[in-house]
């Protein structure tokens, strides 16, 4: 895999306005960020042994707005943003070209503000998110609807407010043409595909279990079966209300190197030369590539290493024989075995982002040619979510206990006020989230425990995290959550979900409020007939 990871290196600044900001040396021991690799936020510094998110002191927001919090860093997502408009156009020659973040990502509306002030589209699933991005300014012709299932009302609000119409079901384009001709507009659609991709044999990372690549693509319910498309195409072309101007693939972060975006994008354009063909020499006016490129920190920094399943599998007989040996040769050889399974897998560092734009583009445009399909004026779309706003993100939250066993197997715990259910996003992909003690962060690691939340679950944020000495009240900094965590954020336990502060330079203000206990019951309807009453004064103590 070695060619895959050609021309790493740190993220640079290429936001233009970004702030100089101090960075530590990388890889001495005392370096928070030694463990990220050669990526690393521009955003985040270390002064005095104290972490900063842009000019504000990480530790700082958790006093003055509470914990846990989101934090995003405007100057990174603005840098973000005109980095990767600037790759793709560098890669890109013959036609504009189209960020459109993942909304679902992050559905922060100030955040949103700021893409659509930087010129980015979005690409958007529910009828809410359509409303929460046209709210704030964003040109709809650059607005991608994507989704199955899609109703006659969402349908409608999309031909009305002109955006693309991403279509994914077979029946989806008559509802188009009913809803557009209703309305007396032009609906401009796009097909999602799904390509046969049998060359792509390695590992997806969407499973912890060992799928290849190609297989995976096809058990996802996403994108419109090939053998479906050459009818539909010509059924639009008779449509008098629907122009279908191009075409759309997401195929999901199944790997982040370039081998896999040099497969996909191979399929892809054999796939728009067949349909071109198959539909008297049609062309596209605009090709979306979707998004799954990897952000900085991931997801290399799985939570758990690559060879998991196979020590599970083999692993689980091997303890169950190794109970004859008595309870307490039992529990040491458990001791080791736990401390070989949560041992931090050595970070990898993804292709930049430039190197993902070169390959992507690159590759499209070398087949599409080869295909006979010109790609002069021809508008090129990406939909980054967790490439474009995972290092925008950081979650602060405070220890609450450290919590230590010795017998029969030592482990130790760091309890914190936060909770994998404010981080289900990254969980759900077994995201190792990189950690920084934000009021300790130039202190040697000395420990290593797991970093927990405090739900009823076992609520394991990172395993075998390694730590310095951490007490309670120190200030965990949870790296990498500015895609999906805040948004998939739930109430389990009753817990009342963070705030957001926004940071600019040494400005910070919440752009999300936290929930109050009140919030969490806010939907409850209780019927009378089931109405019981507060359990009133205990007379004996007067409480
Ligand atoms: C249609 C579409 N585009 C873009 C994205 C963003 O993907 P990622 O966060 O992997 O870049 C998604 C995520 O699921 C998606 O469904």
Request: glycine fraction near 10%; charged fraction near 20%.
């Amino acid at each position: 895999m070695a060619e895959c990871y050609a021309n790493m290196g740190p993220v640079g600044n290429q936001g233009g306005d970004m702030p100089q900001l101090e960075r530590p040396p990388a890889g001495t021991a005392a370096d928070p960020f030694a463990a990220l690799g050669g990526n690393r936020s521009d955003c985040l510094s270390v002064r005095d042994d104290r972490l900063f998110v842009e000019d504000c002191d990480a530790a700082g927001l958790v006093e003055r707005f509470g914990s846990p919090i989101f934090v995003t860093s405007e100057t990174q997502l603005r840098a973000n943003v005109r980095r990767f408009r600037q790759a793709f156009e560098g890669a890109w020659p013959d036609g504009p070209v189209d960020v459109l973040p993942a909304f679902k990502a992050n559905t922060t509306l100030a955040t949103r503000h700021i893409l659509s002030d930087e010129g980015a589209g979005a690409d958007v699933y529910s009828p809410q998110e359509l409303t929460g991005v046209l709210g704030t300014g964003v040109d709809p012709e650059r607005v991608s609807v994507n989704g199955g299932g899609k109703s006659r009302e969402h349908l409608r609000d999309c031909v009305g407010a002109g955006v693309r119409i991403t279509v994914e079901d077979v029946h989806e384009i008559d509802l188009v043409q009913e809803v557009a001709a209703e309305l007396g507009a032009t609906a401009r659609i796009r097909f999602r595909v799904k390509p046969v991709v049998p060359g792509l044999w390695r590992r997806t990372d969407f499973s912890q279990l060992t799928v290849p690549i190609d297989l995976g693509i096809q058990v996802y319910k996403s994108g419109i079966p090939p053998e479906y498309l050459v009818d539909m195409g010509h059924r639009v072309f008779d449509m008098p209300n629907v122009e279908l101007v191009g075409l759309h693939l997401h195929a999901g972060r199944h790997h982040p190197s370039l081998w896999f975006w040099r497969g996909l994008m191979t399929h892809y354009a054999r796939l728009i030369g067949e349909l071109s063909r198959a539909w008297d020499g049609w062309r596209p006016s605009e090709i979306d590539v979707g998004g799954g490129m990897a952000s900085p920190r991931d997801p290399h920094n799985r939570e758990f290493p690559r060879s998991e399943f196979i020590a599970t599998a083999l692993g689980y007989p091997f303890l169950v024989a190794l109970r004859s040996l008595g309870d307490r040769l039992y529990h040491a050889a458990l001791s080791r075995i736990v401390t070989a399974l949560t041992k931090p897998p050595e970070p990898e560092t993804p292709p930049t982002l430039e190197a993902y734009a070169a390959t992507i583009a690159g590759t499209l445009r070398g087949e599409l040619h080869r295909q006979g399909v010109p790609t002069e004026g021809v508008r090129l779309q990406t939909e980054p979510g967790r490439a474009l706003y995972g290092d925008t993100g950081v979650h602060l939250a405070r220890v609450k206990v450290v919590k230590r066993q010795t017998q029969p197997i030592p482990y130790c715990w760091v309890l914190t006020d936060t909770t994998v259910f404010f981080l289900a996003g990254g969980v759900l992909e077994h995201n190792r989230h990189p950690l920084v003690v934000a009021n300790r962060a130039a202190e040697a690691a000395t420990m290593s425990a797991d970093v927990v939340g405090h739900s009823c679950y076992a609520d394991q944020i990172v395993l075998g995290a390694r730590l310095p000495a951490v007490e309670a009240g120190d200030v965990l900094a949870i790296l990498e959550t500015g895609a999906y965590q805040e948004s998939s954020a739930s109430n389990f336990n009753a817990l009342p979900r963070p705030a957001t502060v926004l940071v600019h330079g040494a400005d910070a203000e919440i752009v999300k409020t936290a929930e109050s206990g009140d919030d969490v019951y806010a939907r409850d309807r209780v019927p009378d007939r089931v109405r019981t009453s507060p359990r009133g004064v205990r007379p004996e103590t007067g409480a």
